[in-house]
């Protein structure tokens, strides 16, 4: 159908890290539009490719996405359909809208320090351990099994490690089973971390699920897949343009899904933009 209407060239990626140099191929072309046909982490990779050393670009392609993945959780938050004709009408209304990002520095496996960009949400503790078990899992049944296997396999096994998150205006100190950066509303395939998060207000919002027993975490899910704040004592929603994390403990970090490396970290909203295509 697009092929029909404009002039389009489809790349396939057939390894882990293909969409970041595709992407920054796009990008040297000079193409107007970069179209991130998958789920959240191919949507990561795309805009890795396309931000990294141009962060004082002007003139960099507009990102449209189309749902392909398994999660699609920034999708879910911007209300994106796996529905070409949605695509298609966004493609020739064409009015993107400038949408935050953000910027993650952490610890690379290697025991460097690192970076990346992300657009839906950052997440420590059993967020980046399921992601872990989904990566080494052979996904014989497919990748929607793989990670519901992964979700249950962690929710028995992890044991919350005490983490410090500072900010300008509050900290927080404790006992950790899951802290969501969000700049979309979802992740996790659909739970709602951040009901009041705006893709383009220039502040993160915050989930804190401090020391939840494994039980209340599974109940409040519930509420959770249905956009509800939770009450629960040791829940907190806090807002942050930047926030800098320490544990005691190896604890993970994640971003849209892609496992990034460890703490310490820093977590922030970028003075980049990006130009995508939203209803």
Not at 184 to 210: E, M, R, S, W
């Amino acid at each position: 159908m697009l092929r029909l209407v404009y002039k389009t060239e489809i790349y396939e990626t057939l390894s882990r890290n293909d969409a970041v140099s595709l992407a920054s191929k796009a990008v040297d072309k000079k193409y107007d539009v970069i179209i991130a046909a998958g789920g959240d982490g191919t949507l990561h990779q795309v805009i890795n490719g396309v931000l990294k050393g141009r962060e004082n670009y002007t003139d960099l392609p507009v990102i449209a996405v189309f749902p392909l993945g398994t999660g699609n959780d920034f999708a879910r938050s911007i209300d994106i359909k796996s529905d070409p004709r949605q695509l298609m009408l966004l493609l020739k209304k064409f009015e993107p809208q400038l949408l935050d990002v953000g910027e993650v520095d952490y610890i690379s496996d290697s025991g460097e320090k690192d970076h990346r960009y992300f657009i839906n949400v950052a997440d420590i503790g059993m967020g980046p351990e399921v992601v872990k078990r989904v990566l080494k899992s052979d996904r014989t049944f497919g990748s929607a099994i793989a990670y519901y296997i992964s979700i249950l396999i962690t929710f028995f096994t992890y044991r919350p490690v005490v983490v410090t998150a500072r900010n300008s205006t509050w900290n927080w100190q404790g006992k950790l089973r899951t802290f969501a950066v969000g700049n979309g509303q979802y992740y996790g395939h659909g739970l709602c971390v951040a009901p009041d998060a705006k893709t383009n207000d220039g502040i993160f919002d915050a989930f804190i699920c401090g020391d939840v027993s494994v039980l209340d975490f599974i109940r409040h899910s519930i509420p959770m897949k249905s956009g509800k704040h939770i009450q629960h004592p040791e829940v907190f929603y806090k807002q942050a343009d930047a926030i800098d994390f320490e544990s005691e403990k190896t604890c993970l970090i994640e971003a849209d899904g892609e496992l990034l490396g460890k703490l310490p970290a820093r977590v922030k909203v970028s003075s980049t933009k990006l130009k995508v295509l939203v209803p």
